[in-house]
């Protein structure tokens, strides 16, 4: 279902799919500032898939399914890291 969205409807807001914590780990993990503003659905989901494998070189079309999911992984685990900081963070 990501994977289609993602193809038909790139510019949908990446909220109606991903908590705050996992598309700003998105960021993180490819070491790059969060925006300010909100980023589209292809924005989040192609940074997803290059933790995964995806290379987004120009030929290569759209992410697909084992790309997203690889890095699905690796994003929630870091999701979940961030969520653990906040809750122990005492102030």
């Given amino acids: 279902v990501l994977m289609r969205f993602g193809r038909t409807c790139p510019e949908l807001p990446a909220d109606l799919f991903f908590h705050e ?3 700003h780990a998105a960021y993180l993990l490819h070491k790059k500032k969060p925006p ?3 980023p589209t659905l292809n924005q989040v989901l192609r940074l ?3 933790l995964g494998g995806f290379l987004a070189r120009k030929g290569d079309g759209e ?6 999911w690889l890095g699905l992984q ?8 961030l969520q653990f900081m906040r809750q ?4």
Avoid: F, N, S
């Fill in 21 to 23: 914590d996992e598309w």
């Fill in 48 to 50: 997803v898939a290059m």
């Fill in 63 to 68: 992410p697909g399914v084992k790309t997203i």
């Fill in 88 to 91: 122990a963070d005492p102030g």
């Fill in 74 to 81: 690796r994003v929630m685990d870091c999701a979940i890291g």
């Fill in 36 to 38: 300010a503003d909100l």
